[in-house]
């Protein structure tokens, strides 16, 4: 192996050397125990070797059976079962034997520390295609821990001599960095999948309030750190993170167990190691802590050690992640197959024999209990069933199976590439890529880690008691973030939340002093909606909120209509105005000849009861939808109309003036004003109010406009003036001529006649003076369809005045005492009668 490392690179892996030697010092006894950590507790010769450093003992865990670690000895089965496959195998490294040694690391980071350092011991020997006859002291690649520290440290130190370190087991994603740990691979994905999949599941069941537990090693602080970060982001929050150690002292347990029953989350998140979870196990159910949904990391979640142990049901129920399930031809009966294993330290095979039988050679050296059989040394697996015989972790012994081929792949391109081949073998691993027999792709990223691939797993109870591993969907970081986790079961119900869901109509209102995920709801306000209950959107300006606050609905339209009473009635009283002239003007034509229809110009009263008729419809023109046309009839007619209603009143008035001033000596003013006269000044005064209308149409004409801030509720359909000046140009030109009628008249009423019409002219322009002085500011403050239901009542009430003070008098003389509609009797020269 070429030395490639610098001074400081070397400097700092004896550093570290160092502070782990000296650790070690604190090494449990009993590990101590274990035999020399030079010497390997399990070998096999080979052209090649493969250093191999797994568990077979647990220093600081203690089960309730026994010390010894089953898991170590499957994984060290595992590798011997791919190491044979390939010296079997006449395609893959043809004519080379594979070898091993297998250092026990005790569960001690330094212990696993000092066997790294034995297995690259003698790195003179450089191995090339040139010495094939040159067999290599050191090892070419070792297989490492299950847990994510030992690799840490070990790879720290083997990394400056650029030494595969490939683990099966270790998942933290701080090991993804190569300039930390160069040399550092996986067959198992990082954490950095992991902790964001289990976030993504936990967000997927709607659990927003949630607790978290972690290993406190690296393993369990970089992936809670991770996970806690994509829950922040996916609107998760977390009511507490604490940690623990399986050597934590009660006292620290307590404290976590407090804490778990003070909060009020129902999901607990567990990025716990399965040593760990294991001894957590026993105080839960101690306080029978069941009822809570847990969510596992694949360290755990498939262990059925574990799931055994939970003999309280604390976990039912649980869903996590898992490597997909495996199968590989023969490694089961492999690894049951324990007679290899005699290769091992004479000790260690005694141990493991006594532990897996559950029995005692005679001349064993550790104590005996009461009722314990002897062992024969010819014990039958068959009927056995204990953590060796479970192969629940076959997806992780797949794992080992991978890593050795990946290993034999890379060992046999270099020695195929005939010494042109300047690279590691540490280059030549991370560039493989290859298919196991059962199929599946092996390769690794740039970070050393393969793709990532998880299974749902959920702990569902069966009749017996026991639990089942039940796969309830599937995870691919490969594939887009939309697909990657799918579930093919929902069966969980539970709910986890610090605030309930805010309902369609409410937003949410932060409590002060807690997490994102602790809330008020509070109803959107009048013309506001909220359906994702997040915030309140506000309504477009022509729809309103819905009395659930839920959607917006199409603001109500409202204008002056036929069909509500309030149209209905200003119809029938404008019909009714209408009916009336006509009938007048009927009663008029059929006593056309008689004095008192003649008299005062008779061409000006049909024209005034003509004038009125239209007065009377025209405010018909103001019910109804507002349309362009109708905007602009409705001010423009009642405008003319009116005007020359006026302007025949003020026709007869100055009749009836002239008529007097006629009366005097030498006075010619009639001819001054005879009918021609009186034609053209009404004629004249209307005219200017159809320039005005005129001018008005033309510069800014009145057009329908929805109104939409008066009434929050309901758009008002009404016609904007267009031009101010020329609605008031309008309306100032007819005050103007009704204050002069008024004057003229007031002027007129004593005039010596038995029937003064001044008097009811008078009576008349009072009417209609008073109606609409009192228009103007009823018409401003009318909200609405009444602004146009004021403008109409005035324009009736007017009407109506006129109607009734000139011509109603006069159809009273005609029908009902005719005896006084003579000539004589107008002119005030007929005395009584005898």
Same mark, same amino acid.
């Given at each position: 192996?070429?030395?490639?490392?610098?001074?400081?690179e070397?400097?700092?892996?004896?550093?570290?050397?160092?502070?782990?030697?000296?650790?070690?010092?604190? @090494?449990?006894?009993?590990?101590?125990?274990?035999?020399?950590?030079?010497?390997?507790?399990?070998?096999?010769?080979?052209?090649?070797?493969?250093? +191999?450093?797994?568990?077979?003992?647990?220093?600081?865990?203690?089960?309730?059976?026994?010390?010894?670690n089953?898991?170590?000895?499957?994984?060290?089965q595992?590798?011997l079962?791919?190491?044979?496959?390939?010296?079997?195998?006449?395609d893959?490294l043809?004519?080379?034997?594979?070898?091993?040694?297998?250092?026990d690391?005790?569960?001690s980071?330094?212990?696993?520390?000092?066997?790294?350092?034995?297995?690259?011991?003698?790195?003179?020997?450089?191995?090339?295609?040139?010495?094939? &006859?040159?067999?290599?002291?050191?090892?070419?690649?070792?297989?490492?821990e299950?847990?994510?520290s030992?690799?840490m440290?070990?790879?720290?130190?083997?990394?400056?001599?650029?030494?595969?370190?490939?683990?099966h087991?270790?998942?933290?994603?701080?090991?993804?960095?190569?300039n930390?740990?160069?040399?550092?691979?996986?067959?198992?994905?990082?954490?950095?999948?992991? /902790?964001?999949?289990l976030?993504?599941?936990?967000?997927?069941?709607?659990?927003?309030?949630? +607790?978290?537990?972690?290993?406190?090693?690296?393993?369990?602080?970089?992936?809670?750190?991770?996970?806690i970060?994509? =829950?922040?982001?996916?609107?998760?929050c977390?009511e507490?993170?604490?940690?623990v !150690?399986?050597?934590?002292?009660?006292?620290?347990?307590?404290?976590?167990i407090d804490?778990?029953?003070?909060s009020?989350?129902?999901?607990?998140?567990?990025?716990?190691s399965?040593?760990?979870?294991d001894?957590l196990?026993i105080?839960?159910?101690?306080?029978?802590?069941?009822?809570?949904?847990?969510?596992?990391?694949e360290?755990?979640?498939?262990?059925?050690h574990?799931?055994?142990?939970?003999v309280?049901?604390?976990?039912?129920?649980?869903?996590?992640?898992?490597?997909?399930?495996?199968?590989?031809?023969g490694?089961?009966?492999?690894?049951?197959d324990?007679?290899?294993?005699?290769?091992?330290?004479?000790?260690?095979?005694?141990e493991?024999?006594?532990?897996?039988?559950?029995?005692?050679?005679?001349?064993?050296v550790?104590?005996?209990?009461?009722n314990q059989?002897?062992?024969?040394?010819h014990?039958?697996?068959?009927?056995?069933?204990? $953590?060796f015989?479970?192969m629940?972790?076959?997806?992780?012994?797949?794992?080992?199976?991978? @890593?050795v081929?990946?290993?034999?792949?890379?060992?046999?391109?270099?020695?195929s590439?005939?010494? $042109?081949?300047?690279k590691?073998?540490l280059?030549?691993?991370?560039?493989?890529? !290859?298919?196991?027999?059962?199929?599946?792709e092996?390769?690794f990223?740039?970070?050393?880690?393969?793709p =990532?691939?998880?299974?749902?797993?959920?702990w569902?109870?069966?009749?017996n008691?026991?639990?089942e591993?039940?796969?309830?969907?599937?995870?691919?970081a490969?594939?887009?973030?939309?697909?990657?986790?799918?579930?093919?079961?929902?069966?969980?119900?539970?709910?986890?939340?610090?605030?309930e869901? &805010?309902?369609?109509?409410?937003?949410?209102?932060?409590?002060k +002093?807690?997490?994102?995920c602790c809330?008020?709801?509070l109803?959107c306000?009048?013309?506001?909606?909220?359906?994702?209950?997040?915030? &309140?959107?506000?309504?477009?300006s @022509?729809?309103w909120?819905?009395?659930?606050r839920?959607?917006?609905?199409?603001?109500?339209?409202?204008?002056?209509?036929?069909?509500?009473?309030?149209?209905?009635?200003? $119809?029938?009283?404008?019909?009714?105005g209408?009916?009336?002239?006509?009938?007048?003007?009927f009663?008029?034509?059929?006593?056309?000849?008689?004095p008192i229809?003649?008299a005062?110009?008779?061409?000006l009263s049909f024209?005034?009861?003509?004038s009125?008729?239209?007065?009377?419809?025209?405010?018909?023109?103001?019910?109804?939808r507002?349309?362009?046309?109708?905007?602009?009839?409705?001010?423009?007619?009642?405008?003319?109309?009116?005007?020359?209603?006026?302007? &025949?009143v003020l026709?007869?008035?100055?009749?009836v003036?002239?008529a007097?001033?006629?009366?005097?000596?030498?006075?010619n003013?009639?001819k001054w004003?005879g009918?021609a006269?009186?034609?053209?000044?009404?004629l004249?005064?209307?005219l200017?109010?159809v320039?005005?209308?005129?001018?008005?149409?033309?510069?800014?004409?009145?057009?329908?406009?929805?109104n939409i801030?008066?009434?929050?509720?309901?758009i008002?359909?009404?016609?904007?003036?267009? /031009?101010?000046?020329?609605?008031w140009?309008v309306?100032?030109y007819?005050?103007?001529?009704?204050?002069?009628?008024? !004057?003229? =008249?007031?002027?007129?009423?004593?005039?010596?006649d038995?029937f003064?019409?001044a008097?009811?002219?008078?009576?008349?322009?009072?009417?209609?003076?008073?109606v609409?002085?009192?228009?103007?500011?009823?018409?401003?403050?009318?909200?609405g369809?009444?602004?146009?239901a004021?403008?109409?009542?005035?324009?009736?009430?007017?009407?109506?005045?006129?109607?009734?003070?000139?011509?109603?008098p006069k159809?009273?003389?005609?029908?009902?005492?005719?005896e006084?509609?003579?000539k004589?009797?107008?002119?005030?020269k007929?005395?009584?009668?005898?």
């Amino acid at each position: 192996m070429t030395s490639t490392q610098n001074w400081p690179e070397q400097g700092w892996a004896l550093l570290q050397l160092l502070l782990l030697v000296s650790f070690s010092q604190a @090494e449990d006894r009993v590990c101590l125990q274990m035999g020399d950590p030079e010497n390997p507790q399990l070998s096999k010769d080979g052209d090649i070797i493969l250093g +191999g450093i797994f568990s077979f003992h647990n220093a600081n865990f203690i089960s309730s059976d026994h010390f010894l670690n089953f898991r170590g000895f499957q994984y060290a089965q595992a590798m011997l079962f791919a190491i044979d496959e390939i010296n079997n195998s006449s395609d893959l490294l043809p004519g080379i034997t594979l070898g091993c040694k297998i250092y026990d690391s005790c569960g001690s980071i330094a212990r696993g520390v000092r066997a790294s350092l034995a297995l690259i011991n003698s790195q003179e020997t450089i191995f090339k295609l040139s010495d094939k &006859c040159t067999k290599p002291a050191q090892v070419q690649a070792i297989m490492g821990e299950s847990s994510s520290s030992p690799n840490m440290a070990v790879a720290t130190v083997i990394g400056p001599f650029h030494i595969p370190l490939i683990s099966h087991f270790a998942t933290c994603a701080c090991l993804s960095d190569k300039n930390k740990y160069p040399s550092f691979l996986r067959t198992i994905p990082s954490d950095h999948y992991q /902790s964001r999949a289990l976030a993504q599941l936990v967000k997927y069941f709607g659990w927003t309030w949630v +607790g978290a537990i972690r290993t406190n090693d690296d393993y369990g602080n970089n992936g809670m750190a991770t996970f806690i970060e994509t =829950a922040e982001e996916l609107g998760i929050c977390v009511e507490y993170s604490v940690a623990v !150690f399986r050597t934590d002292p009660p006292k620290k347990i307590q404290q976590i167990i407090d804490i778990i029953k003070g909060s009020t989350s129902r999901v607990i998140v567990g990025f716990l190691s399965h040593l760990d979870i294991d001894a957590l196990i026993i105080e839960l159910s101690q306080h029978n802590l069941t009822g809570y949904q847990w969510v596992g990391s694949e360290s755990w979640i498939f262990d059925s050690h574990t799931a055994a142990m939970d003999v309280h049901h604390i976990l039912d129920g649980a869903v996590g992640l898992s490597i997909p399930k495996a199968h590989v031809t023969g490694m089961k009966e492999f690894i049951l197959d324990v007679k290899p294993l005699n290769s091992s330290i004479e000790e260690l095979f005694r141990e493991f024999w006594e532990a897996l039988f559950d029995c005692k050679f005679e001349d064993s050296v550790s104590t005996t209990t009461e009722n314990q059989r002897e062992c024969s040394g010819h014990e039958d697996l068959a009927g056995v069933k204990n $953590t060796f015989t479970d192969m629940s972790l076959m997806p992780i012994f797949y794992n080992i199976y991978k @890593e050795v081929y990946a290993v034999a792949h890379a060992l046999h391109d270099i020695l195929s590439c005939n010494n $042109t081949c300047n690279k590691t073998i540490l280059q030549h691993i991370k560039k493989i890529r !290859f298919k196991t027999k059962e199929g599946d792709e092996v390769y690794f990223n740039e970070n050393g880690d393969p793709p =990532a691939k998880y299974e749902i797993i959920n702990w569902q109870p069966t009749e017996n008691g026991n639990v089942e591993f039940v796969p309830v969907g599937l995870y691919d970081a490969s594939l887009p973030a939309d697909r990657q986790l799918t579930l093919t079961n929902r069966t969980l119900v539970p709910v986890s939340v610090c605030s309930e869901k &805010c309902p369609p109509g409410t937003r949410k209102v932060l409590q002060k +002093g807690k997490p994102v995920c602790c809330y008020d709801c509070l109803r959107c306000a009048d013309g506001e909606i909220s359906n994702n209950s997040i915030s &309140c959107v506000r309504c477009h300006s @022509e729809f309103w909120s819905n009395e659930r606050r839920d959607a917006c609905i199409k603001k109500k339209e409202e204008f002056l209509s036929y069909e509500e009473m309030m149209g209905a009635l200003l $119809t029938a009283a404008s019909l009714l105005g209408t009916c009336l002239t006509a009938v007048v003007m009927f009663i008029f034509f059929r006593y056309r000849r008689t004095p008192i229809v003649r008299a005062n110009n008779s061409e000006l009263s049909f024209l005034l009861l003509f004038s009125l008729t239209l007065c009377f419809l025209c405010s018909l023109t103001f019910i109804g939808r507002p349309s362009g046309w109708s905007c602009m009839l409705r001010h423009t007619a009642f405008g003319i109309t009116f005007v020359l209603c006026i302007s &025949c009143v003020l026709g007869k008035t100055m009749v009836v003036l002239m008529a007097f001033r006629a009366t005097l000596p030498g006075s010619n003013v009639m001819k001054w004003f005879g009918p021609a006269q009186q034609r053209l000044s009404v004629l004249g005064f209307t005219l200017i109010q159809v320039f005005i209308c005129l001018l008005w149409l033309t510069i800014s004409p009145p057009f329908p406009f929805k109104n939409i801030k008066d009434f929050k509720d309901r758009i008002i359909l009404e016609c904007a003036l267009g /031009s101010a000046v020329g609605f008031w140009a309008v309306l100032g030109y007819i005050g103007l001529l009704a204050m002069l009628c008024f !004057f003229l =008249a007031f002027l007129a009423r004593k005039l010596p006649d038995n029937f003064n019409e001044a008097k009811f002219i008078t009576f008349s322009m009072l009417i209609f003076c008073a109606v609409w002085v009192t228009f103007i500011p009823a018409y401003v403050s009318s909200p609405g369809k009444f602004s146009v239901a004021v403008e109409i009542f005035a324009i009736l009430s007017s009407g109506f005045g006129l109607l009734i003070c000139i011509f109603i008098p006069k159809c009273y003389i005609i029908l009902l005492k005719p005896e006084r509609n003579t000539k004589r009797n107008l002119m005030g020269k007929e005395g009584p009668t005898h």
